[in-house]
């Protein structure tokens, strides 16, 4: 890896002794990092968990094809992926508060729709673990389902939360959508990140930093078409950011090579992930592209943020006391996270593809 080039005197190898503030220009924040604590977040090796029972059909599972969910619906018998209307959705399509103003205190109206997302049929597998070709599958679903909730949505939010750790219900391999009418504070800070460093550069901000990062120390995987690092201002501590080498403001602008080499970088990095502390790696992962509406599209690059908790193997990582009441706080440097990752060995390319077991 090339070393860091260095920034008013203060050069990689200082921060990594020394607190210090990172700064996040995606959302205009800081990030403390208490690097060269003598508290280091590494124990070592830890045992494999064993494997669980690993059904591919699991009778009591609202997901699996053919079963009856919560509110009576039964499944179709499908036989790649599945999507459905949230049965207790947290946005509905037929809301009618226009807008509540009392002063300091004010509300609005919002109006949406919520999508549960089945990736496979199988009970037993994961997207780190799906065939190339049937993650592929997912990527044209998540595209597709993000440009049709767009047209009548400002945002369109298509994320993974996974294990019991990030407040997964079911082990069965699915994701979510929601869209709805407002922009929400996460992507209006990157909406006016990237609009304000286009205005201010002609470029979009998240392709300069693919540039920066390229083959550098916070690398974790890198293709032709894709980088995955661990973000200089991550907040997590094995935090990654996602993000296409070629502009596309959306996963619909994405080329067919794009979209086949993301299956190969996804099995890359959730197998490094699972790897790290050799058992299933909690996170929530989401697809960050530009709102719907106004034509801000040049500014947006689309990525995925990965969020995973675990800060060892058995320890997660809690956004309490100083990070909410002051700012996040982190003790691992991203440096360091990005060299864990890639000290793991994944198996170079994704499982074969194999038939789910009758039901
Ligand atoms: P999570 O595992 O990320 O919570 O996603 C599962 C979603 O599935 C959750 O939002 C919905 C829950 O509301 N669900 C149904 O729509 N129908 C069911 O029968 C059970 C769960
Ligand atoms: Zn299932």
Request: glycine share 8%; hydrophobic share 40%.
């Amino acid at each position: 890896m090339p070393s860091e080039p260095t920034a008013g005197g203060a050069s990689l190898e200082r921060l990594a002794g020394e607190p210090h503030r990172r700064y996040n220009p995606l959302i205009d924040e800081w990030v403390l990092v208490s690097a060269g604590r003598g508290r280091r977040p590494w124990l070592g090796a830890e045992e494999p968990e064993p494997d669980g029972a690993g059904l591919a059909f699991d009778p009591d599972c609202y997901l699996c094809p053919g079963n009856v969910r919560a509110n009576g619906n039964v499944n179709p018998d499908y036989a790649e992926t599945f999507v459905f209307t949230n049965d207790f959705a947290a946005l509905r399509p037929d809301t009618s508060i226009a807008e509540f103003d009392d002063g300091l205190l004010r509300a609005q109206g919002e109006q949406g729709l919520c999508r549960v997302v089945c990736f496979s049929p199988r009970h037993d597998l994961t997207l780190g673990r799906m065939p190339a070709e049937a993650v592929r599958r997912v990527v044209d679903l998540w595209a597709e389902q993000t440009d049709e909730l767009g047209a009548g949505h400002r945002w369109v939010q298509v994320f993974e939360n996974r294990g019991e750790a990030m407040g997964a219900s079911n082990p069965h391999p699915h994701g979510q959508i929601w869209a709805g009418t407002a922009l929400p504070g996460e992507g209006a800070r990157e909406d006016a990140s990237q609009r304000a460093h286009l205005a201010a550069t002609g470029d979009r901000l998240l392709l300069d930093y693919v540039d920066h990062e390229s083959a550098g120390p916070r690398v974790v995987a890198e293709t032709d078409d894709w980088l995955a690092v661990v973000p200089f201002w991550a907040a997590w501590p094995f935090e990654t950011l996602l993000i296409p080498k070629r502009p596309a403001a959306r996963l619909s602008e994405l080329d067919e090579r794009a979209r086949d080499d993301l299956a190969g970088v996804l099995h890359d990095l959730l197998g490094r992930y699972d790897g790290l502390f050799k058992r299933p790696f909690p996170y929530s992962m989401g697809w960050h592209q530009a709102p719907f509406g106004d034509g801000a599209t040049d500014a947006w690059q689309v990525h995925a943020h990965f969020y995973p908790p675990l800060l060892f193997a058995k320890v997660r990582k809690f956004m309490v006391g100083y990070e909410l009441l002051a700012e996040t706080q982190r003790d691992l440097t991203a440096e360091d996270a990005a060299a864990r990752l890639r000290a793991v060995s994944v198996a170079a390319s994704p499982a074969p593809a194999q038939q789910p077991d009758p039901v």
